[in-house]
């Protein structure tokens, strides 16, 4: 997959991906910034923000101003924001790219940010909190968080606190802007049906006012576990979620492919070591997944389960003998399940690939972080290249008691039971 890196003038960078197959293209706007960056007090202020950008702009002054625009020409868009980086984008034909970014880049730029509009979704954002509060399937990950980065904003939830998002002005919101959304700070990517030139040009007109900027930092983790731990979220629930997981490697880290591997491996989909043991042979549980996420200095590789409240117990055991079994050689890797678990990763990559946006996602967060793309290609090979003896090798890494953490939300009183489960 081909591409192109253009760096205008006022530091903006700028990722174009021509696929002339495709009659769709997709403008993703990429900040740098997140809940880890934000001060206490505001907690939730960048997800607030993402928000805002869709509530009027300088052109656009009205929500409905701003919808109108994009189902004119029967656009999509949205946006996300995550601990690290927020994105906005609008997905449409490939003839109807300048609309996409004439109203992005008057949304993400040019908000009004009224105040009577901000105190109006202060209340939307609240029973967005408690809906997901309410949900122990999208909750759980919040949880997890909160105990593997504890002392760290890493912990913090990106949608914030009912009682944070209710205490934030309009000119936090201008601080914040100021601190964060500048060009060096921000990458546009673009995929699709383009014209590279054309697309760069279109950059240029719309981004090309941003001012520069300086740098913001956040604190870094500082991993001081040393023995496994447990946090239990009480709740009464016909079912119970958990996350078991292991203290991980930094978004880029060398062994990112061995550790894609070992997480196929685990539970990478419905032939995998932990879906078929938890799953179909013990009918424990309805959902099992296994990955790993990262962020700048630390992450996290860990397995989710949705299991009968009776059998928590028995599931977390048998995930636990399943992970040790790696590392110590009790369940010894095959050379057609290490090939098995590798086209599985290939085959996923290539057909998400087949969505503009995802193009978007992949190109764009490697270089708003680290200053560089890798193709699918460059994935491929890496793939290609795990060994057995790499896995396992860093199982032994990875699957160690210190770095061990249990989130558990479920009907359940007594902590103390499931932290001697991991003694």
Do not use: C
Request: hydrophobic letters at 35%; glycine letters at 8%; a positive charge.
């Amino acid at each position: 997959m081909k591409y192109t890196k253009t760096t205008l003038k006022n530091g903006l960078r700028v990722i174009t991906t021509p696929i002339a197959t495709l009659e769709s293209a997709t403008v993703t706007v990429w900040v740098k910034t997140g809940s880890r960056l934000e001060e206490k007090r505001v907690n939730g202020i960048s997800h607030f923000l993402e928000h805002m950008v869709f509530k009027g702009s300088k052109k656009r002054p009205t929500a409905k101003d701003i919808s109108e625009a994009v189902d004119s020409f029967g656009g999509e868009f949205n946006a996300g924001t995550s601990k690290e980086w927020t994105n906005f984008y609008i997905k449409a034909t490939a003839k109807h790219l300048e609309d996409a970014f004439d109203i992005l880049s008057d949304m993400v730029l040019n908000p009004l940010l009224r105040e009577e509009e901000i105190e109006r979704e202060k209340g939307v954002i609240v029973e967005e909190i408690n809906m997901y509060e309410d949900t122990p399937i999208m909750k759980i990950g919040d949880i997890f968080e909160e105990l593997a980065y504890s002392g760290n904003s890493l912990g913090w939830d990106a949608a914030g606190k009912p009682k944070t998002v209710r205490a934030i002005k309009r000119d936090d919101f201008l601080r914040y802007r100021k601190k964060h959304y500048y060009a060096e700070n921000m990458v546009v990517t673009v995929a699709g049906g383009i014209k590279e030139q054309e697309t760069i040009n279109l950059a240029q007109k719309y981004f090309g006012g941003l001012k520069s900027g300086s740098t913001s930092a956040y604190k870094t983790f500082d991993k001081r576990q040393t023995k496994p731990q447990v946090l239990l979220k009480s709740k009464k629930n016909e079912q119970a979620h958990f996350i078991l997981g292991f203290l991980g490697e930094p978004r880029g880290h060398k062994d990112r492919f061995v550790e894609a591997t070992l997480a196929s491996i685990l539970g990478g989909g419905m032939s995998s070591r932990l879906f078929i043991e938890i799953r179909e042979r013990r009918g424990l549980a309805y959902s099992v997944r296994t990955s790993a996420d990262h962020y700048g200095d630390t992450g996290s590789f860990a397995t989710y389960a949705g299991v009968d409240i009776n059998k928590v117990d028995e599931a977390i055991a048998v995930m636990l003998q399943q992970l040790y079994g790696i590392s110590n050689g009790q369940f010894p890797i095959s050379n057609k399940e290490l090939k098995k678990a590798k086209e599985f990763i290939k085959g996923h990559i290539a057909l998400g690939l087949e969505d503009t946006k995802a193009v978007n996602d992949l190109f764009g967060e490697n270089e708003l972080f680290l200053n560089k793309v890798e193709t699918p290609e460059q994935i491929f090979v890496g793939i290609d290249k795990v060994k057995t003896d790499d896995v396992v090798a860093l199982a032994k890494k990875l699957f160690l008691p210190e770095r061990l953490n249990l989130a558990i939300i479920g009907p359940y009183k007594d902590q103390k039971r499931f932290e001697k489960l991991l003694e």
